[in-house]
């Protein structure tokens, strides 16, 4: 059984660096094909896909966030992090991490395992 959790601060401060960290087990996070994305969803509304990072390292982000955003791996603690630069109140949100089946114009798709999810709240 595959099972992702997240790790983060709960609350962050406007301006700072939010750190997440997926911690997978059941599966290893560089296993061919899986792409390993971070996902949130703001109080109220919908699911967005942040980016991801590949079963080889490499990396893809969204557009919007991508001057914002960083992830890596670290593949001895099978481990995969989120760093999101520069934050504000509209970063608020559940954050989860998650594994895909593929990727498509840059973006994973084809979920099947996904974190429960950690709140994060951007707040002074």
């Known amino acids: 059984q595959v099972q992702l959790q997240e790790l983060g601060p709960g609350l962050v401060k406007p301006s700072q660096t939010l750190s997440l960290t997926c911690t997978v087990s059941?599966?290893?996070?560089?296993?061919?094909?899986?792409?390993w994305s971070w996902i949130r969803q703001p109080p109220g509304k919908g699911l967005e896909w942040m980016g991801a990072v590949g079963y080889g390292g490499s990396t893809w982000y969204s557009p919007s966030l991508k001057s914002r955003t960083s992830i890596s791996r670290d593949t001895s603690k099978n481990q995969f992090t989120l760093q999101l630069n520069s934050v504000t109140p509209e970063d608020t949100a559940m954050y989860h991490c998650?594994?895909?089946?593929?990727?498509?114009?840059?973006?994973?798709?084809?979920?099947?395992?996904w974190g429960q999810g950690t709140p994060v709240t951007v707040s002074s």
């Open positions: 998650v594994r895909g089946g593929g990727l498509v114009d840059g973006k994973a798709y084809d979920y099947d395992y």
């Open positions: 059941g599966a290893s996070i560089t296993a061919n094909y899986y792409y």
